[in-house]
């Protein structure tokens, strides 16, 4: 898995201090996606990178890794899920996957999971006609609860 940026943002899921990984490669191609036209180009990311992003950005208290198809990657987010959690974080993945395959990221078992291709007209997370949905995981019932309604607080 290579990655081509990283970023830290309040915006991403809110009440976190997102360190942003933005994974190469996404076969989607959703039109208006800021990875359109990303190919494979970027730097390893394995635990040792992703430790070391971690180290150089301590203040962050979530890690999302933004990229469309995780399903090429699913035998790297182990291992990356656990280096995050190792360091106290909390973990998240956004994914253009359909939001009926939610309960196929348990195995995974990250905080957070945003989910639905990004469609141009409907928006990202901040439109309330979005397709999208960010999700948190309840570790108390153990399943996903829908979040989304926080971006959309004070409409």
């Known amino acids: 898995m290579k990655y081509f940026s990283t970023y830290v943002s309040m915006a991403e899921v809110p ?55 995780w399903y090429s990657f699913i035998h790297t987010l182990g291992p990356l899920v656990y280096t995050i959690q190792s360091k106290n974080k909390k973990a998240t993945i956004y994914s253009g996957d359909s939001i009926e395959k939610i309960n196929e990221y348990k195995t995974i078992f990250p905080d957070y999971v945003k989910l639905g291709p990004y469609i141009k007209k409907q928006g990202g997370l901040n439109n309330p006609n979005t397709n999208q949905k960010l999700f948190q995981y309840d570790r108390e019932i153990q399943d996903y609860v829908d979040i989304t309604n926080i971006f959309h607080r004070g409409e």
């Open 15 to 69: 009440n976190e201090i997102n360190l942003c990984i933005a994974i190469s490669g996404c076969p989607r191609g959703c039109e208006g996606c800021f990875w359109d036209g990303k190919d494979q180009d970027g730097s390893i990311l394995d635990s040792n990178e992703l430790g070391r992003l971690l180290d150089a950005n301590p203040h962050v208290t979530n890690v999302v890794l933004l990229g469309g198809d």
